[in-house]
């Protein structure tokens, strides 16, 4: 809007105004550095699913113009799903990245994740149709991608909050007993363990497959 790019609605024209400009820079300075830090980008994405998911809905309702307190109401919910759906699979994916013990992975997601902002504004300044598809792709794959990603995080938290609390996490590897175990007087029941296990594949957890092979394992 200040380069003569587009037109804001009157509404945006407040973002186009230097001092916001500069305060966004500054931000944009703190966010280029911590997320680029393992560990950091998390908390760092923990604290914004308060910011980014309202400023997109109210961008969005904001975008419009002036046409009615529904069609605001409708762009707010169409703005805040899409905030809500990028940032989840950024900060679902940078958490399982962090895992990993080097920070050259961290860094190469989030330089990728800095031309993609550049590359997809580009595009919508230049060829909004290119964009609106591009825009349509990602949606579909962010869809497919977040329950695994949701799955995976519940393991690796099980799996901390395990290493913490001293204890095996409650996953398939703690679902592995020897054979006629469960005829030792001081050995689990196994009723309850095949319980347990279904509980943990309907939570997500364990994929079929390694609900069956866990159970084949009780069984025997």
Aim: glycine share 10%; net charge neutral.
């Amino acid at each position: 809007g200040a380069t003569g790019q587009v037109d804001l609605p009157q509404e945006l024209t407040v973002l186009s105004n230097p001092l916001v400009l500069s305060a966004s820079a500054l931000m944009y300075g703190v966010e280029f550095f911590a997320d680029k830090i393992p560990g950091v980008d998390t908390g760092w994405d923990t604290l914004h699913t308060f910011v980014r998911i309202p400023a997109g809905a109210i961008l969005a309702s904001n975008a419009i113009g002036d046409v009615g307190p529904v069609m605001e109401m409708a762009s707010a919910i169409v703005g805040g799903g899409l905030a809500a759906t990028s940032h989840a699979t950024k900060a679902g994916s940078r958490l399982l990245i962090n895992t990993s013990p080097e920070p050259v992975s961290n860094w190469g997601a989030s330089i990728g994740e800095d031309l993609l902002v550049l590359g997809g504004l580009w595009t919508a300044l230049n060829h909004p149709a290119v964009f609106l598809v591009l825009l349509f792709i990602f949606i579909l794959l962010a869809i497919w991608l977040l329950p695994k990603l949701w799955r995976l995080i519940k393991i690796i938290l099980q799996k901390i909050k395990a290493f913490f609390g001293g204890a095996k996490p409650a996953g398939f590897e703690g679902l592995v007993f020897e054979p006629s175990a469960h005829k030792k007087s001081n050995a689990p029941n196994p009723i309850a363990e095949l319980e347990r296990l279904k509980a943990l594949l309907d939570s997500g957890v364990l994929t079929q497959e390694e609900f069956n092979k866990a159970k084949r394992k009780i069984l025997d």
